[in-house]
């Protein structure tokens, strides 16, 4: 008997996720990532799916970016394309700007493809099949939402940092105490004098960070 049928190959959650997304649409559910310290109630948030950022850091993915009116947005991490849609809403309510996000799973590349051909945000979103530590972005990036793979979210970071504006925002989410890495990470840049950081207590954790050099 061939190895892979004694062994099959375990799904990616993403292509799991994915699919439950084609066979039922974007449900809306409590939050079910487990409480932490800084945040005892999670079910009081909602989430479309896990891998999807709560929908209150969407909402406040939104504000964000009606607030601070950047010109250029990116994102790592696409994934089914959801926070990528909450950006350009606040992109297109400012009439201006514009998200470059990234997605390396190229199956999961094209299910984000998809969901944009069919939105009317679409002219606000240029979709990357490339790895956040290869791409390569023009000009300075005014907010940076950093949502691809936790091990690399530090060297994103320490990658976009010098074109990130000093007066933009950089937001690291899944920085709880429990998932930790990415916690640790941007302490570690603050701790360097990179960055400086306020940890917000979400269920899946959310850091908003700034850059120090060249802060006035
Ligand atoms: C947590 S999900 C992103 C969720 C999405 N931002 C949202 O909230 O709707 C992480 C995604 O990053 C992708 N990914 C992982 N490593 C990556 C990398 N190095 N570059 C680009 N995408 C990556 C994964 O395939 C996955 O789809």
């Not at 005892?40 to 009116?69: G, I």
């Not at 941007?186 to 060249?214: D, F, N, W």
Request: charged share 25%; net charge neutral; hydrophobic share 35%.
């Amino acid at each position: 008997m061939p190895l892979r049928r004694l062994f099959p190959k375990k799904e990616k959650q993403e292509h799991k996720i994915l699919r439950q997304i084609e066979r039922s649409g974007d449900q809306l559910q409590p939050e079910y990532h487990r409480a932490t310290p800084e945040c005892p109630h999670p079910e009081r948030w909602s989430m479309f799916d896990s891998m999807t950022a709560e929908v209150e850091v969407l909402e406040f993915l939104r504000t964000v970016v009606t607030t601070l009116k950047p010109e250029l947005v990116v994102e790592t991490g696409t994934f089914s394309g959801i926070s990528t849609l909450w950006i350009a809403e606040g992109l297109q309510a400012n009439g201006r700007g514009r998200v470059v996000t990234c997605e390396f799973d190229p199956k999961v590349y094209e299910s984000a493809k998809a969901r944009f051909a069919s939105s009317p945000l679409a002219s606000f979103i240029e979709l990357r099949n490339q790895s956040s530590l290869d791409m390569q972005v023009d000009g300075t990036i005014d907010l940076l939402f950093s949502d691809s793979d936790m091990p690399i979210r530090e060297q994103e970071v320490r990658r976009f940092l010098p074109q990130i504006n000093p007066y933009g925002l950089i937001l690291m989410h899944d920085a709880s105490s429990h998932l930790k890495q990415v916690r640790e990470a941007a302490l570690k840049l603050e701790h360097e004098g990179l960055i400086s950081v306020v940890l917000l207590p979400t269920p899946r954790g959310l850091v908003v960070a700034q850059k120090r050099e060249g802060r006035k």
